[in-house]
């Protein structure tokens, strides 16, 4: 099983992105799982940014807390990760990330770049 995510790309300081996070290769769904996006900048440690249960109960980062919308469309299979108002710092590549009790998945990144 594997995640795709999907979604990156160049924008400019304030614009919106939204990346998508879905089960490639697989009729295996993704409703089941914790959803979670974690970013690596150039340099930097993978950092944390949001998650989603599979009741839907959201948490962020402060560093994205207002900007950034995680979201679930169980028809689809899908996890979305809404970002507003984007920054420069927000420049990273994204994962997906999905986990229910010791099982582990991951996607290849997507990346984002907010030029100033």
């Known amino acids: 099983v594997q995640l795709q995510a999907c979604g990156g790309g160049l924008v400019q300081t304030g614009e919106s992105l939204r990346l998508s996070c879905t089960v490639s290769?697989?009729?295996?769904?993704?409703?089941?799982?914790?959803v979670e996006w974690y970013r690596q900048a150039p340099g930097k440690q993978r950092e944390w940014v949001a998650g989603?249960?599979?009741?839907?109960?959201?948490n962020y980062a402060d560093s994205v807390k207002g900007r950034f919308t995680i979201s679930r469309d169980s028809r689809r299979n899908m996890v979305y990760l809404q970002m507003n108002s984007l920054k420069p710092e927000d420049t990273a590549d994204y994962y997906c990330?999905?986990?229910?009790?010791?099982?582990?998945?991951w996607g290849q990144g997507t990346q984002v770049t907010v030029s100033s």
């Open positions: 990330r999905a986990a229910r009790g010791t099982v582990e998945y």
């Open positions: 989603i249960s599979p009741g839907t109960d959201t």
């Open positions: 290769g697989s009729s295996r769904s993704i409703n089941p799982y914790y």
